[in-house]
């Protein structure tokens, strides 16, 4: 335990994940997908190539620019295929 801070919490839960891995027109995408309580019901959405993570709802997955952003992608038309990707799949 940490002597100069406070925890905002310590919890442990039972998750599940699915892995999706799919060769898209643009990307090619291996995500992790874990499903928890801890967000408000969002997912946790991990690139496993990138490692980058995202928390993301039904109507984070069709904001295209966040979806960009948070995934570094650079092909407008690769986060589209995405955003379809995760509605299908979250």
Not at 38 to 64: C, E, Q, W
Request: hydrophobic residues 40%; glycine residues 8%; without cysteine.
């Amino acid at each position: 335990m940490l002597d100069s801070g406070m925890v905002l919490y310590d919890e442990t839960e039972a998750t599940t994940t699915r892995y999706v891995g799919i060769v898209g027109q643009y990307e090619r995408y291996d995500l992790a997908i874990t499903t928890t309580g801890h967000f408000y019901g969002k997912s946790l959405v991990t690139s496993i190539p990138s490692g980058r993570t995202a928390i993301l709802g039904a109507d984070d997955v069709m904001n295209i620019p966040y979806l960009m952003q948070v995934f570094a992608l650079t092909d407008e038309r690769a986060a589209q295929e995405l955003s379809e990707l995760l509605q299908e799949n979250i």
